[in-house]
């Protein structure tokens, strides 16, 4: 009986790995299609959602692609870092999005930093600021170092002799290593990848 009930367990809490990746991640895509339908309730439902997402589209793609766009997109971001209050907010959103997409995404140098020398502990970051000479801290980096399972973490100012680059892992492989607690490898990243092709 208790060897029956044992394999119950194990099952269950196997199909617990199994399904919350998936149904955390339709969740989150759920809530997320239904908010943005939402603003637009008088439409069909789905129509909402793509027309959101179409206009964001081609409104990122007229401000990259044409003068026009670009310069009234430049002109309003001025506007916005140079309105009193506002300013801060805006320029934190918009240095937060641009450090994980677009052109001038800052979390691409990923690096090893020791953060205790007695005993040597290492975590693993990204390096944000190469110098921080022009802060009064010459010979100091700034690090960001991720939390695990969370979109959080925290910036720490080490001596550039604490800190090496990353070079087994790509910045997506280490951001995927630090999140995930350091349960994530290279090794398994590559083998679902190669899973995947196989597929196709």
């Known amino acids: 009986m208790r060897r029956i009930a044992s394999i119950l367990l194990r099952s269950f809490l196997q199909g617990l790995i199994l399904l919350s990746p998936l ?81 001038k995404k800052r979390f691409n140098k990923p690096v090893w930093v020791c953060v205790n020398q007695g005993p040597e502990v290492w975590r693993i970051g990204f390096l944000t600021q190469d110098d921080m000479g022009n802060m009064g801290l010459p010979g100091k980096v700034a690090v960001y170092l991720p939390h695990s399972y969370a979109i959080s973490g925290w910036v720490i100012l080490v001596d550039k002799s604490l800190v090496k680059p990353v070079d087994s892992m790509t910045a997506g492989e280490a951001m995927k290593f630090a999140v995930s ?16 092709e196989n597929q196709l």
């Open 23 to 103: 149904a955390l991640t339709g969740y989150l895509l759920y809530y997320i299609f239904n908010s943005i339908d939402s603003l637009v309730p008088s439409l069909p439902r789905g129509i909402g959602f793509l027309l959101i997402i179409g206009t964001v589209t081609v409104i990122g793609y007229l401000g990259t692609r044409f003068f026009v766009g670009k310069w009234l997109f430049d002109s309003f971001s001025y506007l916005m870092t140079h309105t009193p209050g506002v300013k801060y907010i805006y320029s934190s959103i918009r240095d937060v999005i641009s450090s994980f997409v677009g052109d």
């Open 181 to 196: 607690g350091g349960i994530t490898t290279v090794e398994e990243s590559e083998h679902n990848n190669n899973g995947k």
